[in-house]
Structure formats: structure tokens, C-alpha cells
């Protein structure tokens, strides 16, 4: 594991609004500090610079890995992931009427929402306990 200078991770935080860059759940709400995630992997030949560097919670993060691109299950091709310094995720995500369930926009949409499990039950169960408590999705979602 490659470990981020202090400034550099309270840069990438910061720049994050201190939520997951991919599901958009609160650091705050989750309770633990968030991992600084290489977008793509140094063992794809990433590097360890700040627009390599986003912000994943733990769940998002170990269903990452290593991954660059999954399968879309629309159109059953293979789509890279969502990269949080080069994509908009509005362009890529939205929120169900209810708050509860991701939805893809698009094929990379789709595939990291597939990749990163970001509909599992778990989590749907806790943006239950959010919506009611107000705290998701955000306005800015």
C-alpha cells in the first residue's frame, strides 16, 4: 500500500466535499475515515499524483481494486469505470425517485455501479435510515 502525504489527503477530502466520489455516501455518516483511492491502479501504471487520487469509501473502494472496466449489462460490453477527475458524475449517475437505488446514465454508468456493487442490500438499507434522517442524497447529487 502506498501511503499519501497528510496534505495531499486532506487535499483530495476536501476537493470531495468528504463523500465517496463514487456512491456519493457521507464520511460523516459512515462514521470511519474514507481511503484515498488510485483511479487507475499503480499496477496499471497509475501514479500517486492528485489527479490520480479520489475519495472511496472502504465498501466502494475494495470492489474497485484493481479494476479499469466491467461488463456494461445493457449492451454486454466492456466500459471503463467512472473516473472521478476526468467524468461528471451527474452525466454518469442519478439518484431513484426514493434515494435509495444508483442508477446508470450511461455505459460506464452502469458498469461501475456493477463493479463497485453500489445497489447491494446493505446499502440500501443504510440510504433507507439517510433519506429518512434527511441526510441523502444531498441537493447537490
Known amino acids: 500500500m502506498t501511503r499519501v502525504p497528510v496534505e495531499v489527503r486532506r487535499l483530495v477530502a476536501s476537493r470531495a466535499g468528504y463523500r465517496c466520489e463514487y456512491c456519493k455516501s457521507q464520511e460523516a455518516v ?3 475515515p474514507f481511503e484515498i483511492e488510485h483511479i487507475i491502479p499503480l499496477a496499471a501504471g497509475g501514479n500517486s499524483t492528485e489527479d490520480n487520487l479520489s475519495l472511496a469509501c ?3 473502494n475494495r470492489h474497485k481494486g484493481a479494476q479499469l472496466v466491467e461488463i456494461d449489462v445493457e449492451t454486454d460490453h466492456s466500459e471503463p469505470l467512472f473516473h ?3 467524468d461528471s458524475w451527474r ?3 442519478a439518484w431513484s425517485s ?3 437505488r444508483l442508477v446508470g446514465l450511461t455505459a460506464t454508468g452502469r458498469a461501475t455501479i456493477e463493479a463497485l456493487q453500489m445497489n447491494n442490500v446493505f446499502v440500501m438499507r443504510s440510504r433507507q435510515l439517510w433519506v ?3 441526510w ?3 441537493p447537490d447529487d
Do not use: E, T, V
Open 84 to 86: 472521478s477527475r476526468r
Open 98 to 100: 426514493d434515494g435509495l
Open 91 to 93: 452525466q454518469h449517475f
Open 58 to 60: 472502504p465498501r466502494c
Open 132 to 134: 429518512l434522517a434527511g
Open 136 to 138: 441523502h442524497p444531498l
Open 30 to 32: 459512515l462514521g470511519m
